[in-house]
């Protein structure tokens, strides 16, 4: 998730519109100025759309932080290992509307696709996760749309996560918008799962007989791996509760 490379990927998509417009408008013998003002009116309501999610995801990423660093102060550890964020891209987006047969206006888009924002939580421990979308979802201005737990409903791959589909308020210059924003949180484990699955998943010039097979493989390793997050989940279970008995002996004394 690289906002740099979605930035550079809209601004060449921008760069083939502008091409196109400047050969359209001298065509039409249109003046330099009029040109340009007809390119700024129509590049401008994109900018804006693009821009928008990227408030939005600054502002999630912020709530996450918040609640990172007073976690830290309240249980002396911080749950949250890393953040990540990405707008997609225009061109993820266009062929996203062709597939789902949605009109090409920006009103139709924002309404339709609703992981145009994403933001990805890697957590430690499963417990972080729900404590965290719990905290999360318990903040005012945020308006929870659609939970899918993958966590406690893994999909057939093996894929296990919990998505959180929110909206969050954005203040502009001259109004609030609500912004959708899909929240992804995992643990490492899940993470490191999910990242090689999508990067074998998708390798061009598989037979079937192999894919079948990688996934039969990767179903175990997801298992496993579920496996790994619940014991280490034991772990932290155990040395909680034998901090607490150790601290209440000290109030006893």
């Not at 296990?160 to 490492?188: G, Y």
Request: aromatic share 8%; with cysteine; proline share 2%.
């Amino acid at each position: 998730m690289n906002n740099d490379v979605n930035k550079e990927q809209f601004m060449e998509s921008a760069g083939k519109m502008a091409k196109e417009l400047a050969q359209f408008t001298s065509n039409m013998n249109f003046d330099e100025e009029t040109m340009l003002d007809i390119l700024n009116d129509s590049l401008m309501p994109v900018e804006q759309f693009f821009a928008n999610y990227n408030c939005a995801i600054m502002e999630i990423e912020t709530k996450f932080k918040v609640l990172n660093e007073q976690f830290s102060l309240k249980y002396d550890g911080n749950p949250i290992e890393s953040i990540h964020s990405r707008v997609k891209d225009y061109d993820s987006i266009m062929r996203k509307m062709i597939r789902k047969k949605i009109p090409r206006t920006l009103d139709a888009i924002e309404e339709n696709i609703n992981d145009i924002a994403g933001v990805r939580v890697i957590c430690s421990f499963v417990d972080d996760i729900y404590r965290l979308a719990d905290c999360l979802l318990q903040q005012d201005d945020i308006i929870l749309i659609r939970t899918k737990d993958y966590i406690k409903n893994p999909k057939p791959t093996g894929y296990r996560s919990l998505h959180l589909l929110v909206a969050v308020p954005i203040f502009l210059e001259n109004e609030k918008k609500l912004v959708k924003v899909e929240v992804q949180l995992r643990t490492i484990a899940m993470d490191f799962w999910a990242s090689l699955e999508h990067k074998i998943r998708y390798k061009k010039n598989i037979s079937k007989e192999m894919l079948d097979k990688l996934s039969h493989e990767l179903t175990d390793c997801a298992n496993i791996s579920a496996s790994l997050d619940s014991r280490m989940q034991n772990v932290r279970n155990l040395l909680l509760s034998e901090t607490q008995s150790k601290s209440n002996d000290r109030r006893e004394m």
